[in-house]
Structure formats: C-alpha cells, structure tokens
Nanobody, 114 residues
Framework: QVQLVESGGGLVQSGGSLRLSCAAS????????MTWVRQAPGKGLEWVSS????????SYADSVKGRFTISRSNAKNTLYLQMNNLKPEDTAVYYC???????RGQGTQVTVSS
C-alpha cells in the first residue's frame, strides 16, 4: 500500500531553517504531483506548496512564498521542503500528500520559537 513518511521537523528559533523530507513507497512517485500541507494547533489544514510530477512547476501559499522551496527527487521517491527564515506562525504539523488525494503521512512537527 501507499506509504508517505515525513521527517526533518524539530524546534528552531525564529529566522532559522529546516529541511523536511517525505519518503514515498507503494506508488509510482513520478506519476503524481505532490503537496505539502500543515496544521497549526487548533486550526484546519492549510495548503503550503505543490510541485508537478516532473518537478517543472511549483506553487506556494502567499504566507511562505520567498521563504520555502519545494523540490523532489523522482529517482529517490522523495519530496522535500526547504524552509528558511522561519517564523513562529510556521509552527504546525507538516504533512505530505499526493495532490488531490486525501491520504497523508503521520506528519512531522515544526516548532518555531520567538
């Protein structure tokens, strides 16, 4: 079955950086556009960024544009999210998912202290 396993989260100070990874298995990874979403405490899911199956096109929420970079390695079946200049409002559990499909991984916690 399809598995999505996020990693790379942690506690970082405001202005710091983290790189999230999402290892995918049980699917032909290169067939799918992929998405990062996040859920802050007490809030709903928020779309963060998406990348086309080939990696040739990306999109970002306004709240992260210019600070976050999504990328992928189809050879490694892995999705990435480079997060720079982190802010306390970026604190959330981050999930990866196939675009348009509901299944997510278990998530990775990102906590940004001020």
């Amino acid at each position: 079955q399809v598995q999505l396993v996020e990693s790379g989260g942690g506690l970082v100070q405001s202005g710091g950086s983290l790189r999230l990874s999402c290892a995918a298995s049980g699917l032909t990874f290169s067939d799918y556009s992929m998405t990062w979403v996040r859920q802050a405490p007490g809030k709903g899911l928020e779309w963060v960024s998406s990348i086309y199956s080939s990696g040739g096109s990306t999109s970002y929420a306004d709240s992260v544009k210019g600070r976050f970079t999504i990328s992928r390695s189809n050879a490694k079946n892995t999705l990435y999210l480079q997060m720079n200049n982190l802010k306390p409002e970026d604190t959330a559990v981050y999930y990866c998912k196939r675009a348009g499909l509901p299944q997510r991984g278990q998530g990775t916690q990102v906590t940004v202290s001020s």
